[in-house]
């Protein structure tokens, strides 16, 4: 392929990444405004302060919405390049299917290992700013989880006072050895209760092998119990959720901090889901083009067009819930986390080998 097809087909491309990419941003931007909108409404914020937090929180969104845009810029760039018979005279200088192939997925590729090493710095980072900046203006602020070498420690708000519960371990939805101070208003000590473990699976926690000490006359009066119910706020999910927003951890940052960010309490599941995630990224943009290539590039005929971009829009949906199915049964321990992050990329590669095989011959 000489140079002046090749510069054709990389600058006509990456301008169709970039027109899709703008409306996918534009399209994010005017949906979270009114989510913005909708939680300041009660504050007294500036008018552009819902919409500096839209533009900062959609470029880490578009990094997860990036194999469906590729897909979509393939689709559209082999589409246009049809409807205008460069396709057919491409072909006339004797390239083939494969060989555009070849390219815009090698681009594609790239554009994984740009984004990973280049752009998620910085969202990341835009990310963490929106999550600051949100945190200080939310009304649950007197509601704190924190993850250290000491173990788990909480502060809960009460209706009467305030509790801070702590754990030296927490192991699924079980914590171990929790110890929990309660408050009245004055922040005077009312009972001081531990437990060997505590079920949180759900807001009604149950707590086993209790011993309570209330505090009377400088002395502090034993009970003991082999069950006790509290009700909380926090859940094993929601503790859990609130070191889950991997928007705000760059790939960079996970590969030279991780035993760090373990240690700051992020928890080693959700840590490997995320560095697979996004090192399988360039990966799931190439077969996501692949994809692409294999139902648009199949017919030189402009009638299918519309065909085309429906059977596109079914395969994005499908390959959407395959994504979460996989995740689910990674979660599960159905299967390895690691596996569960890669299966659609390799479902997907294997289809796209077998449909590259056949355009090529045509």
């Known amino acids: 392929m000489n140079k002046i097809l090749i510069n054709y087909l990389f600058s006509n491309y990456i301008k169709t ?4 990419t703008l409306f996918f941003y534009c399209f994010g931007i005017i949906l979270n405004l009114f989510e913005e909108i909708e939680f300041f409404k009660n504050l007294e914020v500036s008018f552009f302060t819902p919409i500096i937090l839209t533009c900062l929180f959609i470029p880490s969104m578009m990094i997860q919405l990036l194999p469906f845009i590729i897909f979509i810029t393939s689709m559209k760039f082999i589409i246009d390049i049809k409807d205008n018979k460069d396709l057919l005279t491409i072909k006339v200088f004797g390239v083939s299917n494969f060989r555009i192939f070849l390219l815009i997925s090698l681009i594609s590729f790239f554009i994984g290992w740009i984004v990973l090493f280049l752009v998620n710095p910085i969202t990341s980072s835009m990310s963490k700013y929106y999550e600051k900046t949100k945190a200080s203006y939310s009304k649950d602020i007197d509601h704190l989880v924190s993850f250290n070498k000491n173990g788990l420690w909480i502060k809960e708000r009460l209706e009467k006072g305030q509790r801070i519960i702590s754990s030296e371990e927490i192991e699924k939805s079980v914590l171990k050895n929790v110890t929990i101070y309660n408050f009245d208003t004055n922040y005077n000590l009312i009972e001081k209760i ?4 505590a079920n949180i699976q759900n807001n009604k926690w149950i707590l086993n092998d ?3 000490l209330k505090p009377k006359d400088g002395l502090f009066n034993k009970i003991d119990k082999k069950k006790l119910e509290i009700n909380s706020i926090y859940t094993y999910e929601k503790i859990t959720n609130l070191y889950k927003n991997f928007d705000t951890l760059s790939f960079i ?10 240690d700051q309490g992020y928890n080693n599941i959700f840590l490997k889901q995320s560095f697979h995630k996004m090192l399988s990224m360039p990966f ?12 648009v590039l199949g017919t030189l005929r402009k009638s299918k067009n519309t065909r085309f971009i429906i059977i596109g829009l079914i395969a994005c949906i499908i390959i959407y819930y395959l994504k979460d199915l996989s995740i689910a049964l990674g979660k599960t321990n159905r299967i390895p986390l ?3 992050t890669w299966m659609p990329i390799i479902i997907i590669g294997i289809f796209s080998s077998i449909g590259i095989l056949q355009i090529n011959e045509k």
């Open 253 to 262: 940052n996970i590969i030279t901090n991780y035993q760090k960010l373990l």
């Open 338 to 340: 690691t596996l569960a």
């Open 284 to 295: 799931f943009l190439l077969t996501m083009t692949s994809l692409a290539s294999i139902l």
């Open 194 to 197: 531990y437990s060997k473990f």
């Open 210 to 212: 209790v011993v309570i």
């Open 17 to 20: 990444f970039f027109k899709v």
